[in-house]
């Protein structure tokens, strides 16, 4: 298949259909046939069937238009601004992502999103004074670049003039982010700086070959970060601001002291007109994994009034940060309520949370929808080889002489998965492995070194013996790689001796690349002739934030388990995979799996409640104290402030919310005493009076003393890991409202309808099963490790609820729905719902697993889930304890990359 020509066809087809009623099959494959006439005459009718066929799935995918929550002074002006606003910008941009591929309903979503966002900022035409400040909430590499490019070419569409992108904390991903702003909004290359004499700059590209008038004025290049003498030189082009004057920087203290100074000399030689330009900020650094992880809190502070300084100096200024997480430092950093919301650079005029398309490869569908009980996960493999070999703590002269077995398997899983991308007519696109495994450049160094080496070894087996059929198996590496694509592939649509036969031509230009500051031929996708390239990057800190891999497939990931802000950017393998995505395998360790799936389940939710909030006209600040007082905040908080303080302490809200012991301690004697304590509990319960009955999950008591609940509670013994049931601020919770709100209970025992009975309990339950995994042998704790590390099923919170509450529950979700989140019945609950579990540990099936199966429990353990109905004092918050000392112990402390160290701090 012609990559070139194929692409060109299907960006052509794809603009045709834009804005036109769906075609039938017979009619789409008609346009196609007869555009390709013109555009690609040399393709065949089986590549034009797979350009229908790709089209189609395309037309499948969809994006919601996501929510939004005003502040009270909103004054709509888009809608009478329509008329005198050329969207000449915005339509080269809406051409080029038709071209690029995207979906057109998502071309569709994003055009209404961006005027939702533009319709929040201020009216460009408005002279008097005005500044706002909003914030946009996504997910991780779901596309946030492509929102905010939408948003400035209708920003400058609209009016404004200035505009300036606030990229990374370091130089590539600067760079990155002024080649998209090139791609998307200038339409040149600022790289090729063209003779000064004639102006201007170089090479048109993306929307500039559309139309190349109207060219903004780029005071930064691909090459460079903003620099005071290179922008005065460029004064004289803005001419009057008839064109938009855009900069990409850098979020670093000097590079912004330098902008200042630069406007401050302007302002200083008489020159307002800068000043007096509607002028707009896009924060792509804005959450929670931007400079809180480089800079002390004294640079984030002088950062943080520098960004405010910039807005000052302008008499019309808009400030929107974009953040791929709920959990942003806006709202999770501030030690008070009250201080968050007086920070100046609170979204206090607007928040817009982003709906990511249907095809979207994010947290929630790997590490929630992809863990099941039922079956081994369908994304995600387990490391647990690397001790002996790798640490994931170790020094930086650490020796490395040979590869985990398991970081082995993933490169041969890689090189299949290429192979069947190249089968599948994908040969154009390039194809990456990430392995991020330390932080120091010697170690990823000696590590590009050892996968080099299996490489070659490889790569040399199969130049001899791939072509020679049943024999080549001969071979162990040829051996080797039949069997990962028994394990791993041999469910997709090509036999082993189809994808044998095609071994050589698929991964003989496959090649390991570092990335990281030493490196000299790092990661250059441009440098590709009509096959894509093929590529193993091995990095740290640069493959960590913002650096895109094309065509990410592989991943090996050994990095700390609990390093929220850095574990969630770390997620290069997020976005969009269409055509391969049934190929992509990720291999980390189980406690970063955990940990993931718990941070994907909240943010989920926490998505879900803007939307709510939407419907129920609350504000920015109401948001913002929702995110503070998640459970989930408690652990991020709990990282963020860690510093010199031994303890840190975090309120959190439990009104309307679930918590559960996701992770129980396996020490014998907590499991011995855990189990006296549940079967003491269930005999006061069957001796007492509180009413029993049955229910579709198991024995159910009605109206149980709140004094049964605090007793059990007392009696737990908690794994240290389990933080959000730690028991002293869950009783401290309950007993504010043990006299009112939570002065009754239903209580669920949990039992399956089919099984082995057990009698632990002094009554017939058969047991649930559950996956677990077990953290290191010094922690001694489990976790549950099925769908979304859940202990209970779903729908189980509708326990105690009267039909009448479930259908009502149901109906303010949404008619639509059909699978709801347990979330909207506690809105309907008028008690505290108690469940208890007794759950028999499922060992581990794979052989990496069972070296741990010695520690895993043979006997039924005990567990629990506490369902809180909304609070009449939501506000009432519970204060959780984290010793900071125990909790890096427990979770690892991520410390600065030696990449990072070296850093960026300096003018590029």
């Not at 790709?54 to 009270?72: C, F, N, P, S, T």
């Not at 209404?112 to 929040?120: M, N, P, Q």
């Not at 003779?195 to 691909?222: E, Q, Y």
Request: proline share 4%; charged share 30%; hydrophobic share 35%.
């Amino acid at each position: 298949m012609s990559g070139s020509s194929y692409d060109e066809l299907i960006g052509v087809v794809e603009t045709a259909l834009f804005h036109k009623p769906r075609k039938t099959e017979g009619e789409l494959r008609q346009l196609i046939a007869n555009l390709a006439l013109a555009v690609a005459p040399e393709l065949d009718a089986e590549e034009l069937e797979h350009l229908a066929r790709e089209i189609e799935v395309k037309q499948g995918i969809k994006a919601g238009l996501g929510a939004v929550v005003d502040g009270g002074e909103f004054e709509p002006w888009l809608d009478d601004a329509k008329a005198r606003i050329e969207p000449f910008y915005w339509q080269r941009y809406q051409k080029l992502l038709l071209q690029n591929g995207l979906p057109r309903d998502v071309v569709t979503s994003t055009d209404k999103v961006t005027d939702k966002i533009l319709g929040r900022l201020g009216d460009p035409e408005k002279q008097l004074p005005w500044d706002r400040r909003g914030m946009v909430v996504g997910h991780v590499q779901s596309g946030k670049t492509a929102n905010y490019t939408g948003l400035i070419c209708k920003a400058a569409d609209a009016g404004y003039r200035l505009i300036i992108v606030i990229a990374g904390i370091h130089n590539n991903l600067r760079n990155q982010t002024q080649e998209r702003i090139d791609e998307g909004f200038i339409g040149r290359d600022t790289g090729q700086v063209r003779d000064k004499k004639k102006g201007g700059v170089g090479n048109v590209i993306g929307v500039g070959r559309f139309d190349p008038n109207r060219t903004p004025v780029s005071l930064t290049n691909t090459l460079r970060d903003f620099n005071k003498e290179t922008a005065s030189t460029n004064t004289s082009e803005i001419d009057s601001y008839k064109v938009p004057v855009v900069l990409v920087i850098k979020k670093n203290h000097r590079t912004l002291e330098n902008l200042l100074d630069w406007l401050r000399d302007n302002s200083a030689r008489g020159d307002s007109a800068m000043i007096d330009q509607p002028m707009l900020i896009i924060d792509d650094e804005a959450d929670n994994a931007s400079i809180n992880t480089k800079y002390s809190k004294k640079l984030v502070t002088k950062i943080n009034s520098q960004i405010r300084d910039l807005l000052s100096r302008f008499h019309r200024s808009c400030y929107v940060g974009y953040t791929a997480t709920p959990f942003a430092n806006i709202f999770i950093d501030p030690d008070e309520d009250d201080e968050m919301i007086n920070e100046d650079l609170f979204p206090k005029d607007f928040i817009i949370g982003l709906d990511a398309p249907t095809n979207y490869f994010g947290p929630y569908k790997i590490f929630i929808d992809g863990l099941s009980d039922s079956k081994e996960p369908q994304w995600l493999r387990y490391i647990n080889d690397n001790e002996d070999v790798l640490p994931i703590k170790h020094k930086i002269d650490h020796e490395l002489d040979e590869l985990p077995a398991s970081l082995l398997t993933a490169v041969r899983v890689f090189l299949i998965a290429r192979t069947i991308r190249d089968l599948r007519g994908q040969h154009a696109a390039h194809c990456s492995m990430l392995v991020n495994a330390s932080r120091f450049t010697g170690v990823q160094g000696m590590l590009r070194n050892r996968i080099h080496e299996a490489l070659e070894r490889i790569k040399d087996a199969v130049r001899i013996n791939s072509t020679r059929g049943e024999s080549g198996l001969s071979d162990p590496e040829v051996a080797e790689l039949k069997q990962v694509w028994l394990q791993e592939y041999s469910d997709t649509e090509f036999e082993w001796d189809h994808i044998q036969a095609h071994l050589l031509q698929s991964i003989a230009s496959a090649k390991v690349v570092e990335v990281n500051s030493r490196a000299t031929d790092g990661l250059d996708y441009s440098r590709s002739g009509e096959k894509g390239q093929t590529v193993i990057a091995v990095g740290g800190f640069s493959l960590s934030r913002g650096l895109t891999l094309e065509g990410l497939t592989v991943t090996w990931f050994l990095r700390n388990t609990m390093m929220y802000d850095t574990l969630m950017q770390m997620g290069r393998w997020f976005g969009y995979r269409d055509g391969y995505e049934d190929l992509c395998r990720i291999w980390m360790p189980v406690e970063a799996i955990d940990w993931y799936a718990f941070i994907a389940d909240a943010a989920e939710e926490l998505h879900e409640e803007l939307k709510v909030m939407e419907k129920a006209r609350a504000t920015p600040r109401m948001f913002g104290l929702a995110v503070r007082s998640h459970p989930a905040s408690l652990l991020v908080t709990a990282r963020n402030k860690m510093g010199a303080s031994s303890r840190v302490v975090t309120r959190v809200g439990l009104s309307n919310q679930f918590i559960e012991t996701a992770k129980i301690s396996i020490n014998e004697q907590d499991l011995s005493a855990n189990r006296d304590l549940a079967r003491a509990f269930t005999r006061k319960l069957r001796e007492s009076e509180f009413r029993l009955e049955e229910s579709n999950w198991g024995y159910l008591w009605r109206d149980v003393s709140v004094e049964e609940i605090d007793r059990f509670l007392a009696g737990w013994r908690n794994a240290e890991q389990s933080v959000t049931t730690e028991t002293g601020p869950v009783r401290a919770y309950i007993n504010a409202r043990s006299n009112d709100e939570l002065k009754y209970w239903d209580v669920l025992l949990t039992t399956k309808a089919k099984g082995i009975a057990d009698d632990t309990l002094g009554l017939s339950v058969v047991p649930a099963e559950r996956k677990v995994t077990v953290g290191e042998r010094k922690h001694q704790y489990m976790a549950f490790s099925g769908k979304g590390m859940r202990l209970a099923s779903r729908g189980i919170e509708k326990a105690g609820l009267t039909g009448n509450e479930v259908r009502e529950a149901e109906a303010d979700a949404g008619t639509r729905k059909t699978n709801f989140s347990d979330k909207i019945y506690r809105k309907v609950r008028k008690k505290g719902l108690f469940i208890l579990h007794l759950v028999m540990p499922k060992v581990p099936e794979s052989p990496d697993e069972k070296k741990a199966e010695d520690l895993i429990p043979r006997r039924p353990v005990i567990g629990w889930g506490i369902s809180l109905p909304q609070s009449n004092r939501p506000e009432e918050k519970v204060e959780y304890v984290v010793n900071s000392v125990r909790y890096k112990e427990l979770f690892g402390d991520e410390d600065e990359d030696e990449d990072e160290e070296k850093g960026d701090d300096k003018q590029g």
